[in-house]
Every structure is written in C-alpha cells, then in structure tokens.
C-alpha cells in the first residue's frame, strides 16, 4: 500500500440524483470487478472530489455489510469524468514499485484472501465491518514484479475465458427454456 486506505464519502440521500458520479457497493460483483463507472451521482463540493476521488488503479474494499460481502472488492480502470467513492467502502493504492495494482486486486479476491478478510471482521447483528488496520494486516505473498506479472496476466486469461463460458451457458439456457416452452 502506497498510501492508507482512506474511507468514502457519507452524504446524505437528498445529495443524490446529479452531479460527480459515486462508486456505490453494488455497482461491481462479489467476484471482484474492473469498474470504469457508477451509476449514481451525488452533489460534491471540490474538497470533497480532491479528497474521494477514484483514479486509475485505485482498490476498493467493502468496509461495511453483511458477512458475506465484507472485503468484496473492485479496480478502478480509465474513467471517463472524475468519480468518488461512498462511506462504506475504503480506497487505497499500491506502491507500483513493489506490487501490480491487477496482482493486488486478483489476490484480495482470491479465497485466501477473503477468508482473511472475513476472519478479521468485527461482528454486529446485521452487518459486520473492517477497517484500515484488518486491511493492512491481510497477508499477501508478493513476489517479484516480473513474477507478478505473470501471473497478473495467466489469472486474466482465466478470469476471460470463464465469462466466455458463463455467457454461452447463459445462451444455452435461455435457448433450452425456449424450446421446452415450444414443445409443451
């Protein structure tokens, strides 16, 4: 980590509606996303853009919800016009001369990872919470950046032909439904 993980932006929900685009938790998957926007927008002030704002290779992590997307995490890729992060989530950046931001994200939605995550989580009735220190702490192996690499772009491939995969399922499925329907 470059930098500490820094929380989101609380506003309240009258703020909502227009203005700078606002990463919210469900605008990426618990699997892990590379996200270049947000559906929601909030009305910010320029502090608030300065010290929220989302770049390229930004990492964020669900801080806040239930146990089972606690540490759900997302990359921030090319965005198009600036973008803040919602208080639920904690932002924070790789040191590019120690580790991959792409190999840093794959990792923290590994199963290793998460379970680490969820371990360190702090348990309430209906939510469960992190925070910076239980990210920080998350043990992740780190070798070389060429290494990294590597693997950064084996795990791609997978993650590529996978979504190939659950697409065609999905045609299938749709194209069984179908037929099942035109035969009865």
Sequence with gaps: ISEDPKNGLYKHSSAYGSGTPILRINDFSNDGDIVNSAINRVITDASENRLYALRKDDIVTNRVNSLSHIGKTALISELSEPMVFESNMMRFRVDE????????????????????????????????????????ATLLPLPPVEVQEEITEILET???????????????????????????
């Design 97 to 136: 001369r120690r580790a991959l931001p792409r190999y840093i994200f794959r990792l923290l939605n590994s199963p290793l990872c998460k379970k680490q995550i969820v371990g360190n989580a702090k348990r309430a009735v209906a939510q469960s919470s992190i925070n910076q220190g239980n990210l920080k």
């Design 158 to 184: 997978v993650v590529t032909k996978m979504s190939v995969h659950e697409r065609k399922k999905q045609s299938l499925t749709a194209l069984f439904r179908t037929l099942l329907h035109q035969l009865m």
